[in-house]
């Protein structure tokens, strides 16, 4: 789905369906300098489950045009005005790590809107190191490598994936090398720089559920206890021997956590 | 900075795409041997066809020994995955029919393997796809052979007969500019020799037969993507780009930025042509895999011995390898093949038919056949075998002559090889 935001070309994947307002929507963010791909597998079972299945490409990211945001609440705002031009009225947020405290601070600005988020892969606040700063603002390909490997398990590593014959590592880092300069380095500083996360957590009412990976480098679990008690409603998933790639290391455990999270919502009216 | 650490080659030929079984903790992996597989209920099943989960269907288009090979060559090559076929042949046309329709256009080295030059030359012209052949040292020839309905340019990274080293970077660029992918055929150099990811190629297809298995006891072919290629921004590939009325109307480069034409090569070229690799192939190539990097530099060592001893024997007339000062790549093979320039190559012996049939005959450590790199060392006299209904200036066309002699060197003890060549060589010389 092609649609127009702030004057620019904004992409989300939607499995090939047009929206459809009488079904309920499932809103995916994705984290830095990934795209929408990243929920490939997910989004497709939503799309094919009574949902309008929304896999957002975040400006200067994939499908869509424009610079990257310079901080999670400018990239709040642009989900706002993204569900704006689709028009949703009610929706629930999926975001991975950066794209998770995008989800939150959308709850944050917009709670009547919001129904239910997951964050995937999450810690609050998420500093990010300034190895990673540094490497990513030199445009160092090193930034990409290290994010590659502190983002997955020790057995990804290996593989034993369950995708018939694909590479995680190889596909991640060809991911990331896709995006533009610049790009990972204005979405690390944007996580880095998020200072709102655990005020927040505390002011949004509607239902959290927080996946989190047990080998997790980049946002280890005990990096998201402190908002685990300040959220109002919020469960905690954390999968065995798991890094912060989930979605792609764990695929059908991602999904079971999100069917499980948001069959509430596909009985209540859209 | 410095680069994490990841796992090194001989690592990832061991290990990649393979965990220990979690039912029995076999440390082997398992042969899956099964058409097919039990669905848990009715939506998992619709799940599984409609890729919204992970896993097997129908051992036509995946299965999860062929898998576990298919991630450890990706790895080696650092793609983003792979497919297995049943031949390297089978590789090639899957690559070939999941990027173009009739009336397509490929520009090919003209030094290639048989197989390939059969395909391209006289059956895929039968189904509308023409192909135009470049003598691969010349990359302006690349560049002027292609036509506005080229869809892929393609070469072997050391070309037959003559060793021609492709030059990738080159070559690539030549592609790149004109908006198509780069296919190499790898089967001489494999991963360890060559990375032609690194060097600019877009796809990669091996002779999974020859030095990846090593024991030659089973076909088999691979098929890895590279995952830098942007079908979309060439805009000449609406198989991938476009949607697909044979799966739900998918537009492949939308569901996978990186993977987008494996998912088409799997979800068609398998489902539909179905060369599939056998899962016990898979396997046994997967134990060859498993001791590439040792086996590749014993093979190279042999053979620079033996290139050595050829080149100063009074009973040769020459030799080619790119290692050799007296090839015309031997600047570029230092350049892009450091660690050696494949076991495979071939020489010309003084005395014509008649001392190459006395040479081969007079083997005994030597196997004379039609294959290349097995750990045995192989041997073939063109002239008598594989070409023999050539008279002396069809030979010559096509780069052989009647004294040209084909070697792969294997494993074995080096002075083996050598007394046993040597034994050859005089008695070859005998009147």
Redesign the interface.
Known sequence: MLLTVNGQKAYAYTAGHTFDSSLPTVLFIHGAANDHSVWALQSRYFAYHGWNALAVDLPGHGRSEGEPLSSVGELAAWIGKLMDTAGVTRTALVGHSMGSLVALETATHDPDRISRVAMIGTAIPMPVTDALLSTSQANDHVAYEMINVYSHSARAQIGGNRVPGAWIMGSAIRLMERTGPGVLHTDFTACNDYENGLDAATKVKCPFLLVLGQRDLMTPPRSAAKAVENFVDAKTIVLDGTGHSLMSEQPDAVLDSLIEFLKVEQTAPA | ???????QFDTLSL?????PDTQFGARAQPIYYTTSYVFPDTDHA??LF???????VYSR???PT???L???I??LE???????TASGQAALHLAIATLMNAGSHIVASRSLYGGSHNLMEYTLPRFGIDTTFVDPRDIDAFSAAIRPETRLIFGETLGNPGLDVLDVPRVAEVAHQAGLPLLVDSTFTTPYLMRPFDLGADLIFHSATKFLGGHGVAIGGLLVD???F?WDKSGKFPTLSE?YAGF????FT??????AF?LRA?REGLRDFGACMSPMNAFQIMQGVETLGPRMQRHIENTRKIVAFLDAHDAVEHVVYPELPSHPDHELAKKLLPNGCGAVFSFELKGGRAAGKKFIESLKVFSHLANVGDAKSLVIHPATTTHYRMDEAALRAAGITAGTVRLSIGIEAADDLLEDMSRALRASQKT
Do not use: C, F, W
Not at chain 2, 1 to 7: L, N, Q, R, V
Not at chain 2, 248 to 251: E, F, N, S
Not at chain 2, 254 to 259: D, F, N, Q
């Open positions: 900075m410095s680069k994490p650490k990841t796992y290990h990649a795409g393979q965990q619709a799940s409609n890729m919204e989960r992970a896993g097997h288009i995946s299965n062929n898998s576990a298919e991630e450890r990706a790895a650092g793609g983003v995955g792979a497919i297995a590279g995952g830098k942007d949607p739900h109307g998918m537009v939308e569901e996978s930025t990186t993977a494996l799997r």
